[in-house]
Nanobody
Framework: QVQLDESGGSLVQAGGSLRLSCTASGRTASFSFMGWFRQAPGKEREFVAAIIRSGGVTTYTDSVKGRFTISGDNAKNTMALQMNSLKPEDTAVYYC??????????????????WGQGTQVTVSA
């Protein structure tokens, strides 16, 4: 059984920073990649960033490139998302996700097996 727990969501002013964390427990040794998704009110859940555990290759959606940084600590089974220069349009529930599939496609929801409950990020103008 796998559990993913997110933390770090908060209310922040535009231009500010937040750091989200995801802690994995259970059968984590099989994870090949992990990612962050977000869902704003009334919108579909969308990909934000992902990291391949072996080698640390990362990928981002265009709207967060240069502002967000994803990182992982395989030994501690944790993942983080450093978010800088936040904008009101970044407001959403942010979800941590993980997969044990071969990392060929890592920016779609269907690639992930395991999901956290989400943490709310609100950016005020």
């Amino acid at each position: 059984q796998v559990q993913l727990d997110e933390s770090g969501g908060s209310l922040v002013q535009a231009g500010g920073s937040l750091r989200l964390s995801c802690t994995a427990s259970g059968r984590t040794a099989s994870f090949s990649f992990m990612g962050w998704f977000r869902q704003a009110p009334g919108k579909e859940r969308e990909f934000v960033a992902a990291i391949i555990r072996s080698g640390g290759v990362t990928t981002y959606t265009d709207s967060v490139k240069g502002r967000f940084t994803i990182s992982g600590d395989n030994a501690k089974n944790t993942m983080a998302l450093q978010m800088n220069s936040l904008k009101p349009e970044d407001t959403a529930v942010y979800y941590c996700a993980a997969s044990d599939r071969i990392p060929t496609i890592i920016n779609t929801q269907g690639a992930y097996h395991y999901w956290g409950q989400g943490t709310q990020v609100t950016v005020s103008a």
